[in-house]
């Protein structure tokens, strides 16, 4: 006689949800806030091929005739290309003297843990306390002492040390994410400070140092104040931030005036793009290594 057959049930597979743990109105609302920032771009730069009637009549419709020659009109009147140069050059040289002093303090302030580190990292942090147009007449006397007043150089050693502060608290807090043991093994192998700050400290903290880089040029290329009062509006030596108002007048072509404004954008959105996205990069390979 043969044995009961018994008959199993399969349970069936439980069916994960594809979607995540976001709500219904998370997707609704990322294109609403890239919405919100696009718009304004979207109209800077159709406005930059317009006329002034189109751009109070019709401000986010496309232009009816193309005006390209607004942006030459625009390069030649306020003379950006000298402009976009000082910027530049300014801007290289004071985020190049920023990250060489606030690297090796930052290096100091996080291997050490002890009373005279934490005052000087408290004396950098006062630094957030004194507005920056309370330094405007002692930095106008500095210069002239100097005999670097009206001049670019003044500006490329000035706006390093406005950045010190945020800068150096900023690293301070990546570098000290470095594990422990791994500065013990790279200091068993012989090597001293500087090899440990270059070797092993720079690259774990190579996000933070491009945060800070990104950070640091939108600040020193969209300076004005200080730009204005030290650097002068000389052809010769003015910024870019500088050189735009001359473009307004009692006529103005608001046209040319948004061309004008497009130009001065473009290189430092071009050097945000690719600084974030090494940026992405470098936080994804910690994340693999880690």
Do not use: C
Request: net charge positive.
């Amino acid at each position: 006689m043969t044995a009961p057959v018994r008959l199993v049930r399969r349970s069936r597979p439980v069916r994960r949800s594809r979607r995540g743990g976001s709500g219904p109105l998370a997707v609704p609302l990322s294109w609403l806030y890239a919405l919100l920032l696009a718009a304004p771009l979207f109209y800077l730069a159709v406005s930059a091929l317009k006329t002034n009637i189109e751009i109070f009549n019709r401000p986010f419709a496309l232009p009816e005739h193309w005006l390209w020659h607004n942006f030459r009109t625009a390069w030649r009147t306020a003379d950006l290309g000298q402009a976009l140069l000082n910027s530049l050059l300014i801007s290289a040289v004071a985020i190049v003297l920023t990250l060489g002093l606030a690297l090796p303090a930052s290096f100091a302030l996080a291997r050490l843990d002890n009373r005279l580190s934490r005052l000087v990292t408290g004396t950098f942090s006062v630094g957030f306390l004194i507005p920056p147009f309370a330094a405007l007449i002692p930095t106008v006397i500095l210069a002239i002492k100097l005999h670097m007043f009206y001049t670019r150089e003044f500006q490329m050693l000035f706006l390093p040390a406005g950045a010190l502060p945020l800068s150096v608290l900023l690293l301070t807090q990546f570098m000290r994410t470095v594990p422990p043991a791994l500065v013990e093994s790279a200091a068993l192998d012989g090597a001293g400070n500087w090899r440990l700050l270059v070797n092993v400290f720079i690259p774990i903290a190579m996000p933070g140092v491009v945060s800070v880089t990104i950070l640091q040029l939108l600040t020193f290329w969209n300076e004005y104040l200080f730009s204005l009062t030290i650097t002068g509006t000389a052809p010769g030596v003015r910024t870019a931030q500088v050189a735009l108002p001359t473009l307004i007048s009692d006529s103005t072509d608001f046209g040319v005036l948004t061309a004008g404004t497009v130009l001065t954008l473009l290189p430092v959105y071009v050097a945000y793009s690719l600084a974030s996205r090494r940026m992405q990069e470098a936080l994804t390979a910690g994340a693999v290594k880690g």
